[in-house]
Structures are given as structure tokens and as C-alpha cells.
């Protein structure tokens, strides 16, 4: 029985990679969702959005460490915190200056937000520098946690999870449960009818897009817990991220985190049995094989055009 | 004129752009230009190909791929491996421990040509494979969108996927693909050296008149009822398909054209600048494809050129001398031409450089010669809107 429990234990690892995969996937894909879901916008740069929140963290912990020690162990709640609001605030500023004027040309979004995001990425590097730099983590986020002998579950994994969950569940709430998403809700349907019933499209709109950006923010104060941070840490994820959300189907938040669930699994799976890239590979073509068959993605919803 | 002629040449202002741009490639470049620099414009000439393709696409026919490097990248694969073949054959790898494959299959331990490899022994099978590769891949991925009506923004996504994966898949296949450094060192087409100034003058020439043809067929298909097809399914798709026309067949071939010319881009690509590489076929060259035909003005074929040579140049000429200010550069004119000049340059010579050129004419005898940017007359010159409000 002792090859039986080893093989738990891989399985129950492997497992929770695909966990802390689907975590910064999922927390991606929510800003996202949010953005091009409920808006309709391709927002290329929201990758960038993540790249922000990263460095937040990351001023955040070396400000704490020269000015404030005893604080050390608490920054890192603060550090989420400033990370929603400063991305949110530059999310307000780009819907404000750049997306308001161009909600009739979605393709043109996408293209406006690319030349954004590569604007962004060449400030971070001009900010920054070109190297990559890391957040100091907490004493609390450090080490692992051991059910059993041959079980190895990091601690820092388990915060982003606890992080994820958190984030969802507000995000659930704001928008099913808040006058706000109510409003939200009702200009995604029919835009012209909520502005008819006296629902200030332009406000709804540009909030919409700052949540979006700061929950990216928050993405990117979690993503410092697991990796270290660059100037294209961002852009990395996008199409990934892009393709989760179309896969859940765009304007399901339930098919986002359905989606989100099922290709982090199937990648961290197929890694298992072959090299990364092959994985990636795999899972891609899978998803866009499926897309081909079910075109509005796995849950959607009615809406009359 | 005849009209079949005036079909391809788009009229006596279609005429006149043409001979402008022709002028400048064929005469004022390979004049003025030294024999590196000329090779430089042909590199840049062949992403016009990808670029007059977009315009087709993109302008005309409103599908914005976002995986042009592909079908330029698998253009491109298909000509080196030929050449690679020919670059490596036993004498000149008699060092390697299996002589007579390419090198870096020997470094990454194969001791034997793949499959996939050996049909590109034959210089006619490589260039039927240069066309039909891509225009095959286009097929499969423009049936499978468009008869279920996936279009616009699902579209792009999807292009762009597919752009990753391939260079995932080219870089993971190290000793398939040659990985991230590609296929290099290419030496020969059929025994005449591709690397001496002479040869590469007479590739640029090849380049360019592939290139011209590439837009008259552009033209012609504009011109044509199915050019005009492509404007209304653009504007009013669903107007097109009540009045009984297959608006799917009609996309997946604009798509399938635009495939091909940037295939010939890619292996025209891969003859000039002696190699190739999974970096002109990602996800970053795919956009950078768009910003060209942008540029140069989305319903201009012969803009689209322009486009591709200014936007190259500049970055060429910038990050060579001030490599910091590149990105912001290239950030700022996709965001600047999106959001003010939709129309790009041949947009602007649209609406203030025919004005400017009457007012020359009047005031002087002897007017100087501008540089007309397009005349391919913009057929609607404000934005096109889109139904997408629910």
C-alpha cells in the first residue's frame, strides 16, 4: 500500500498546482470578464493593469522595509488594498481619456489598448528598470504546510487561494446583490433602455472599467506571493486569460471560473505526462477546438440584439 | 481603356498612384540606396505583403486577424526548409555525426531527416507548399468561424491563439523547427549563392514585382461585384445575408487570399534576409502586421505599403538611435492613428493632401512633385460603425 499513498500524495500536489494555476488565471480572467463581458471592450493593456499592482506590492514592501519594520508583517494587506485603488484610479483615467471614445469600435479598442499597453510596459522599464525585482514576503507566507509526511502544500499558494475565493465571492456580490451591478446588468442588456430609465450609462461604464483594472491590481499583488515581477510580467497571461474568458463565455461570471477551473487543470494534468509547452500547447488547441463547436463558450447568456 | 485593364489599375487615379509607388521602388530605392540598405527596404517590402493582405481583409472585409504572422511565418518555414536542405547537404556537414541533415537536428540528437522534412527536397513541392500550406490552415480556421458565425472580436481572439500556440509549437520542436533561433544560415536557392550583393539585388527586383502583382489582384477583387460584397457585409452583415448571398464563403475567401500574399511575404522574407525564425511569427509581429496596414490607411492597398516601409523605418531608425524612446513611440501611433486618424496616411492625403497639392498647381507653373500617399479614393472616410450596442 506504500506505492498507493505516494501516488495520492503526487496526485494531491499536482492537483494543487493546477489549483495555484487557476488561481492567478482566475483572478486575471474576473477584471476581465468584468471589462470585456459586461462592456464588450478588449482591453489588451489589462495584463499591464497586473504589472502595476505587482509593483505596487513591490514599493509597498521596500518602503515598509526602510521606514516602518514593525509593520513588516501587515504590509502585505495594505499592499493589496493600494493595489486595487492605483490601478483602478489609472483604469478610470484610460476609460476617461481613451475607451469612452471609441465604444463603437470594438475592433479599435483592441488595437488602441495594445499601442496603451505598450506605452505601459516601456514606463515600467523606464520606472523600474529592465530587471526583475520581488517583493520581500512576509515571515507568515513563507515555508509550507505539511497534512501529512509526503504532502507539501506551499503557504503562499494557500493565501492566493484564500485571496481568489475572497475576491470572487465581493465580486459576486457587487454584481448580483448591489444597485450598482444592478445597473451594470441592465446596460449590458439593453443600453439605450437604461438610459431611458434614467441609468447614467457613462458613469456605470467608466466604474465598470476601474473595477475591472483594480481587481487586475489585486491579481497582481497576489501574483508578487508566487513569482517575481518584469516589465511584460503582465502580457504574458493575456491570451490565456483572453481565452478563458471567451471559453466560460463572455458574460458569465460562473463560465469564467468553470473555465478557468478547466484549463488550469488540463494544463497542470498534461504537464505531468509531457514537456510544458506541449501541455500549453494541447490545452490551447483544445479550447479553441471546443470554441469552433460551441461558439458562445460554455455558459451564456440570452441576450436580445 | 479596357475595362478589364481599368479594373486592375483602378481608374486614371488608381494609374498614378501606382506609378508613383513604382517609380520609388523600382527606380528612386535601387538608385539612391546602398546595397545594404536596399536589402533592408525588401525585408520591409515583404511585410507589405502581410499589410496589402490586411487591407483586403481587415479594411474591406472587416475581419481583423490577428494571426498574420502565421500564415507569413509558415510562407516563410516552408522556403528555409527548403534551403536548409540544400545548405546542408553531406560534403558541407560531413563534421556532424549524421552528415547531410541540418545542423541543428544533428545538435538535438536526430540522426535521421524527419518526414515532414524530406518532401521539401523539391523546389516545386516547396513552393506549391510556400501557397498552399497557409491558404490550407486559413480554409480550416475560416470554415470552422465563419459557417457558425463567429466573427469580429471572438475572430481575433481565436487568430491570436493560434499565433501563440504556433510559436509555442516552433520553439518547443527544437529539432523539428530549429527552436527559438530558427532556421539560419541559408545559403543557396538551386545552386545560385542567395548572399552576395548581386543576387540580393535581383531577389529585391522578384520582391518588388510579386509584390505589384499582389496589389493588382488586390485591386481586381475590389473592383469586382465581390469587392463590393465585402464593403456591405462589413457595414451590414445581416442585410447581406437576407438578400441571399453566403456571407461566410465570401469572408473565408478574403481571408484565404490575405493567407496567401502573406505566405509570399514570408518565404520572399526568408530568400532575402537568409533566415527565419518563430520571432516573425508570435503574437507581438501579428499586431505589429495590423499597425502597418493601420498606418498606411485601412482601405488603402497602396498605403498599406507605404505603411509598412514608414512604420519599419522608424523602427529601425529609433531603436538604433534611441532605443528608450521606441516603445513609446509605436504605443502612441497605434493609439493616435485608432483614435484620430482611422484612415491613416491615405486617409490624410484624402482629406488635406489633394488640397494642399490643388493649391500648389494653382500658384506655381511648374509645381513640385509631392509624394502622393494613396489614391485609392476611401470610400467612406469616417469611422465605420460597427453593430455591436446590444
Same mark, same amino acid.
Given at each position: 500500500?506504500?506505492?498507493? !499513498?505516494?501516488?495520492?500524495?503526487? $496526485?494531491?500536489?499536482?492537483?494543487? =498546482? +493546477? *489549483?495555484? /494555476?487557476?488561481?492567478?488565471?482566475? #483572478? %486575471?480572467?474576473?477584471?476581465?470578464?468584468?471589462?470585456?463581458?459586461?462592456?464588450?471592450?478588449?482591453?489588451?493593456?489589462?495584463?499591464?493593469?497586473?504589472?502595476?499592482?505587482?509593483?505596487?506590492?513591490?514599493?509597498?514592501?521596500?518602503?515598509?522595509?526602510?521606514?516602518?519594520?514593525?509593520?513588516?508583517?501587515?504590509?502585505?494587506?495594505?499592499?493589496?488594498?493600494?493595489?486595487?485603488?492605483?490601478?483602478?484610479?489609472?483604469?478610470?483615467?484610460?476609460?476617461?481619456?481613451?475607451?469612452?471614445?471609441?465604444?463603437?469600435?470594438?475592433?479599435?479598442?483592441?488595437?488602441?489598448?495594445?499601442?496603451?499597453?505598450?506605452?505601459?510596459?516601456?514606463?515600467?522599464?523606464?520606472?523600474?528598470?529592465?530587471?526583475?525585482?520581488?517583493?520581500?514576503?512576509?515571515?507568515?507566507?513563507?515555508? !509550507?504546510?505539511?497534512?501529512?509526511? $509526503?504532502?507539501?502544500?506551499?503557504? =503562499? +499558494? *494557500?493565501? /492566493?487561494?484564500?485571496?481568489?475565493? #475572497? %475576491?470572487?465571492?465581493?465580486?459576486?456580490?457587487?454584481?448580483?446583490?448591489?444597485?450598482?451591478?444592478?445597473?451594470?446588468?441592465?446596460?449590458?442588456?439593453?443600453?439605450?433602455?437604461?438610459?431611458?430609465?434614467?441609468?447614467?450609462?457613462?458613469r456605470v461604464d467608466r466604474m465598470t472599467f476601474a473595477l475591472g483594472c483594480g481587481v487586475a491590481g489585486v491579481a497582481g499583488a497576489a501574483f508578487t506571493t508566487i513569482g517575481s515581477t518584469g516589465p511584460t510580467a503582465g502580457s504574458l497571461y493575456i491570451v490565456d486569460t483572453f481565452l478563458v474568458v471567451v471559453f466560460g463565455g463572455a458574460s458569465s461570471l460562473l463560465g469564467t471560473i468553470a473555465s478557468a477551473f478547466s484549463i488550469a487543470q488540463a494544463q497542470s494534468l498534461m504537464e505531468f505526462f509531457m514537456s510544458g509547452s506541449m501541455a500549453k500547447v494541447f490545452t490551447l488547441s483544445a479550447v479553441i477546438l471546443i470554441l469552433m463547436l460551441r461558439p458562445q463558450g460554455l455558459f451564456s447568456i440570452k441576450v436580445r440584439k | 481603356m479596357n475595362p478589364t485593364l481599368d479594373k486592375f489599375l483602378g481608374g486614371k487615379q488608381g494609374a498614378i498612384g501606382l506609378a508613383v509607388l513604382a517609380t520609388l521602388i523600382l527606380v528612386v530605392f535601387p538608385l539612391a540606396l546602398d546595397a545594404f540598405r536596399l536589402n533592408m527596404v525588401g525585408k520591409y517590402l515583404t511585410y507589405a505583403f502581410v499589410a496589402v493582405g490586411l487591407v483586403l481583409c481587415w479594411g474591406y472585409g472587416g475581419i481583423l486577424s490577428l494571426g498574420q504572422g502565421v500564415f507569413f511565418g509558415l510562407g516563410g518555414y516552408c522556403m528555409a526548409m527548403f534551403l536548409k536542405l540544400e545548405a546542408s547537404d553531406p560534403e558541407s556537414t560531413k563534421i556532424q555525426s549524421t552528415p547531410g541533415i541540418p545542423d541543428f537536428m544533428d545538435w538535438n540528437q536526430i540522426?535521421?531527416?524527419?518526414?515532414?522534412?524530406?518532401?521539401?527536397?523539391?523546389?516545386?513541392?516547396?513552393?506549391?507548399?510556400?501557397?498552399?500550406?497557409?491558404?490550407?490552415?486559413?480554409?480550416?480556421?475560416?470554415?470552422?468561424?465563419?459557417?457558425?458565425?463567429?466573427?469580429?472580436?471572438?475572430?481575433?481572439?481565436?487568430?491570436?491563439?493560434?499565433?501563440?500556440?504556433?510559436?509555442?509549437?516552433?520553439?518547443?520542436?527544437?529539432?523539428?523547427?530549429?527552436?527559438?533561433?530558427?532556421?539560419?544560415?541559408?545559403?543557396?536557392?538551386?545552386?545560385w549563392d542567395i548572399r552576395d550583393d548581386s543576387s540580393k539585388l535581383i531577389l529585391y527586383f522578384i520582391n518588388a514585382f510579386l509584390l505589384f502583382g499582389c496589389i493588382l489582384i488586390g485591386r481586381f477583387i475590389l473592383a469586382s461585384k465581390l469587392g463590393r460584397l465585402l464593403m456591405a457585409m462589413r457595414d451590414k452583415e445581416e442585410r447581406v445575408r437576407f438578400s441571399g448571398y453566403d456571407v461566410a464563403s465570401f469572408k473565408i475567401f478574403v481571408f484565404c487570399v490575405a493567407a496567401a500574399f502573406s505566405a509570399i511575404g514570408g518565404a520572399m522574407f526568408a530568400l532575402q534576409v537568409g533566415f527565419m525564425s518563430p520571432s516573425f511569427v508570435g503574437i507581438v509581429p501579428s499586431i505589429e502586421m495590423v499597425i502597418f496596414a493601420a498606418v498606411g490607411g485601412r482601405m488603402s492597398l497602396l498605403g498599406a505599403v507605404y505603411g509598412a516601409l514608414l512604420v519599419n523605418y522608424g523602427k529601425t531608425y529609433f531603436s538604433e538611435t534611441f532605443p528608450e524612446l521606441w516603445l513609446y513611440l509605436m504605443g502612441g501611433l497605434f493609439i493616435a492613428v485608432v483614435m484620430y486618424f482611422p484612415n491613416g496616411i491615405a486617409g490624410l492625403w484624402e482629406s488635406h493632401g489633394r488640397k494642399w497639392l490643388g493649391k500648389l498647381k494653382r500658384q506655381s507653373a511648374t509645381p513640385a512633385k509631392p509624394v502622393p500617399v494613396a489614391t485609392v479614393p476611401a470610400p467612406n472616410s469616417q469611422p465605420r460603425e460597427l453593430e455591436s450596442t446590444p
Open positions: 500500500m506504500e506505492w498507493l !499513498s505516494e501516488f495520492g500524495a503526487i $496526485a494531491a500536489m499536482q492537483g494543487f =498546482n +493546477g *489549483l495555484s /494555476v487557476f488561481c492567478v488565471l482566475l #483572478l %486575471m480572467a474576473l477584471g476581465l470578464a468584468i471589462i470585456f463581458g459586461q462592456m464588450g471592450v478588449i482591453n489588451m493593456a489589462h495584463g499591464e493593469f497586473l504589472t502595476i499592482g505587482a509593483y505596487t506590492t513591490y514599493v509597498v514592501s521596500v518602503l515598509t522595509e526602510q521606514y516602518a519594520a514593525f509593520f513588516g508583517p501587515y504590509y502585505f494587506f495594505l499592499a493589496i488594498v493600494l493595489s486595487f485603488f492605483i490601478a483602478g484610479a489609472i483604469g478610470w483615467l484610460v476609460e476617461w481619456a481613451m475607451i469612452s471614445k471609441l465604444y463603437q469600435r470594438p475592433l479599435d479598442t483592441l488595437l488602441a489598448t495594445w499601442g496603451l499597453s505598450l506605452v505601459m510596459q516601456q514606463a515600467f522599464r523606464s520606472i523600474f528598470g529592465a530587471r526583475e525585482v520581488s517583493a520581500t514576503l512576509p515571515e507568515w507566507l513563507m515555508g !509550507s504546510w505539511n497534512p501529512t509526511e $509526503a504532502i507539501d502544500i506551499p503557504r =503562499n +499558494g *494557500l493565501f /492566493v487561494m484564500g485571496l481568489t475565493v #475572497l %475576491m470572487t465571492g465581493m465580486i459576486f456580490l457587487m454584481l448580483y446583490r448591489s444597485r450598482w451591478g444592478l445597473q451594470v446588468r441592465a446596460t449590458v442588456q439593453n443600453r439605450v433602455m437604461s438610459r431611458a430609465v434614467g441609468i447614467n450609462t457613462k | 540522426t535521421e531527416l524527419p518526414l515532414l522534412w524530406q518532401p521539401f527536397h523539391s523546389f516545386g513541392f516547396t513552393l506549391l507548399a510556400v501557397i498552399a500550406v497557409p491558404v490550407i490552415l486559413a480554409l480550416v480556421i475560416g470554415v470552422a468561424m465563419f459557417k457558425r458565425r463567429v466573427g469580429d472580436v471572438y475572430f481575433s481572439i481565436v487568430t491570436q491563439a493560434i499565433a501563440l500556440i504556433l510559436t509555442v509549437l516552433i520553439i518547443g520542436q527544437q529539432g523539428l523547427t530549429g527552436g527559438v533561433n530558427g532556421i539560419t544560415d541559408l545559403k543557396t536557392l538551386m545552386g
